[in-house]
């Protein structure tokens, strides 16, 4: 399995080894509705893969390294490292690339913000200004990060990218034989990615009804989608997902939330997958 050099927050990394051999096995186009870090697009093999985010952020850095050879993007890195002397302990280092992405916007700087920031996370104020706090002891760009940009850059060669609320992202064009999948934030769990403190909207039941309304089109005409969810989380349900879910296939996976910003046991979290095929 291939793995995005961002860890983020939400990604699917760890539970790939579950979800990939549920997937189809031939997609002519692949669609991730909710791409966030691309843990799941760079495992999918398609004709044509299209990867869609609110987060114009990540998405314009994709675009980046996508634009760029492997070999201009390390040397742009180590340089950049170099400049602001980063390491896991120089916080004023950290303060002077965020100040000057925050007025330049570079995408290659946001990279490196999210390598050595707290929890690798993408997180900006209502102004447009990434405010993650320095991830001191724990955060950096190290050898595994570098191998796994590597390898994703040369997976994405040929992506497709969009920005888009996935209300609003036309599906007119999947046919069958194409393939969606949903990764949105939980309703009933809280992440940084869904709690609308962070620059974004945030995810309200409104969101998931609407979500289900564009799956069940889908069905209704022969596409096949899957939706990651969790229906119970520390003890909360989400009983309309439960209800929804009646009509198709639901596979219950073992959740492991290690490399997220709060911590659940299998006991207490039913993270499932749920497909119509």
């Not at 509705?33 to 987060?55: E, M, P, Q, W, Y």
């Not at 190290?142 to 990218?161: P, S, V, W």
């Amino acid at each position: 399995m291939l793995k995005s050099p961002l860890n983020y927050i939400g990604g699917k990394y760890k539970l790939l080894p579950q979800i990939k051999p549920l997937f189809p096995n031939q997609i002519n186009t692949f669609v991730d509705l909710f791409a966030g870090g691309l843990d799941v697009s760079i495992n999918v093999k398609a004709n044509h893969t299209i990867c869609n985010d609110i987060n114009h952020y990540i998405i314009g850095m994709f675009e980046y390294f996508q634009h760029h050879s492997i070999n201009e993007l390390i040397a742009n890195i180590h340089a950049t490292i170099k400049e602001y002397g980063l390491t896991k302990q120089n916080k004023a280092g950290y303060h002077a690339l965020r100040e000057e992405y925050n007025r330049t916007h570079d995408s290659l700087h946001l990279f490196l913000l999210v390598c050595y920031g707290f929890n690798h996370q993408f997180r900006f104020n209502n102004k447009g200004e990434f405010n993650n706090p320095f991830g001191g002891n724990r955060s950096s760009y190290n050898t595994n990060t570098e191998r796994n940009l590597r390898l994703m850059h040369k997976a994405i060669q040929g992506f497709e990218y969009h920005i888009s609320n996935f209300k609003t992202f036309d599906l007119a064009f999947m046919m069958p034989g194409d393939f969606l999948y949903a990764d949105p934030p939980y309703l009933i769990s809280c992440g940084s990615y869904n709690d609308g403190k962070r620059g974004f909207e945030g995810w309200t039941a409104a969101d998931d009804q609407a979500l289900f309304m564009k799956l069940d089109d889908l069905n209704a005409r022969g596409i096949s989608f899957a939706l990651s969810n969790v229906t119970r989380h520390k003890g909360r349900t989400n009983d309309k997902l439960i209800e929804w879910a009646e009509r198709y296939h639901t596979h219950y996976l073992r959740a492991d939330y290690s490399n997220s910003n709060y911590q659940a046991s299998e006991s207490d979290t039913a993270e499932v997958l749920i497909t119509n095929y």
